[in-house]
């Protein structure tokens, strides 16, 4: 079983930055690929950014392309993403999870999110 939390959250002026944090309890954590997907209030959860397990590719959902770093470290049993140019649109709940894939189902292990507010 692996659990995740997601940390670095919180309220920022659009064309801001944030880096968030998904620290991950488990042994075997260099084995997983992970991801980071979204959900913005009355929307569906979206796929944001996904990377490797070893961190060699790296996949990122259009709207955020050029925007966001999905990178982690294996060491620490950590992946990061970082935000730049933050959007009003990207205000959601930011949510880790094992797997990799562009679709929901692609996806287990969720963390309990952390809240991204961007402000106009």
């Known amino acids: 079983q692996v659990q995740l939390v997601e940390s670095g959250g919180g309220l920022v002026q659009a064309g801001g930055s944030l880096t968030l944090s998904c620290q991950a309890s488990v042994r075997t954590f260099s084995a997983y690929p992970m991801g980071w997907l979204r959900q913005a209030p009355g929307k569906e959860r979206e796929f944001v950014a996904a990377i490797t397990w070893s961190g060699g590719s790296t996949y990122y959902a259009d709207s955020v392309e050029d925007r966001f770093t999905i990178s982690r470290d294996n060491a620490k049993n950590t992946v990061y993403l970082q935000m730049n140019s933050l959007k009003p649109e990207d205000t959601a709940v930011y949510y880790c999870?094992?797997?990799?894939?562009?679709?929901?189902?692609?996806?287990?292990?969720w963390g309990p999110g952390t809240q991204v507010t961007v402000s106009s």
């Open positions: 999870a094992t797997g990799i894939g562009d679709t929901v189902q692609d996806y287990n292990n």
